[in-house]
T-cell receptor, first 115, second 112 residues
Framework: EAQVTQNPRYLITVTGKKLTVTCSQN?????MSWYRQDPGLGLRQIYY???????DKGDVPEGYKVSRKEKRNFPLILESPSPNQTSLYFC??????????????FGPGTRLTVL | GENVEQHPSTLSVQEGDSAVIKCTYS??????FPWYKQELGKGPQLIID?????GEKKDQRIAVTLNKTAKHFSLHITETQPEDSAVYFC???????????FGKGTKLSVKP
């Protein structure tokens, strides 16, 4: 089954404790992206990657890091989480080759609470 | 860069009625406009999309219209059912990298 998976689905942590949210896709997509969803603010892009070893900032990158060492994986790293990073996070992927279309597939989400 | 405005933020309709959600975009170069449905506890899922060379697209009870001159596009859901209750997001392609820029979402409630 074609899908984007994220782990963990739920996480409660404390300020300053480093954490990683994993994201994996099995569709051989070049493009991957992270979003955060907050009430009244919609989906805001944190980071994206056009391919392996190529990453770029989105609209709200402060406090986050990403890496793209393999095509299928795109982890989101919070080196020193703060309460304002409490949010619902989504990973997404899509193909970029000619004819792939623009359909973007989303993971199920990770609800993060930073105390 | 691209900016997408979406209205209304909440919409309540009676089962069987129609629902319309409207979006405007700022970048005249944008050429792809998808609509995503997000059910409770799930990630957004594409329900319909339209490209800039088409004015209208229909898929059963849902349709999307695009007015390039006015830079707005709309989602129309006819004969609404309780399972249509969800948050709907419009989006537009923005920038040279083809990133999707999302509206803030519309929470649709369909009352039986």
């Amino acid at each position: 089954e074609a899908q984007v998976t994220q782990n963990p689905r739920y996480l409660i942590t404390v300020t300053g404790k480093k954490l990683t949210v994993t994201c994996s896709q099995n569709m051989n997509h070049e493009y991957m992206s992270w979003y955060r969803q907050d009430p009244g603010l919609g989906l805001r892009q944190i980071y994206y990657s056009m391919n392996v070893e190529v990453t770029d900032k989105g609209d709200v990158p402060e406090g986050y890091k990403v890496s793209r060492k393999e095509k299928r994986n795109f982890p989101l790293i919070l080196e020193s989480p703060s309460p304002n990073q409490t949010s619902l996070y989504f990973c997404a992927s899509r193909g970029v080759r000619t004819g792939a279309g623009y359909e973007q597939f989303f993971g199920p989400g990770t609800r993060l609470t930073v105390l | 860069g691209e900016n997408v405005e979406q209205h209304p933020s909440t919409l309540s309709v009676q089962e069987g009625d129609s629902a319309v959600i409207k979006c405007t975009y700022s970048d005249s170069a944008s050429n792809y406009f998808p609509w995503y449905k997000q059910e409770l506890g799930k990630g957004p899922q594409l329900i319909i999309d339209i490209r800039s060379n088409v004015g209208e697209k229909k898929d059963q009870r849902i349709a999307v219209t695009l007015n390039k001159t006015a830079k707005h596009f709309s989602l129309h859901i006819t004969e609404t059912q309780p399972e249509d209750s969800a948050v709907y997001f419009c989006a537009a392609i923005g920038g040279s990298q083809g990133n999707l820029i999302f509206g803030k979402g519309t929470k649709l409630s369909v009352k039986p």
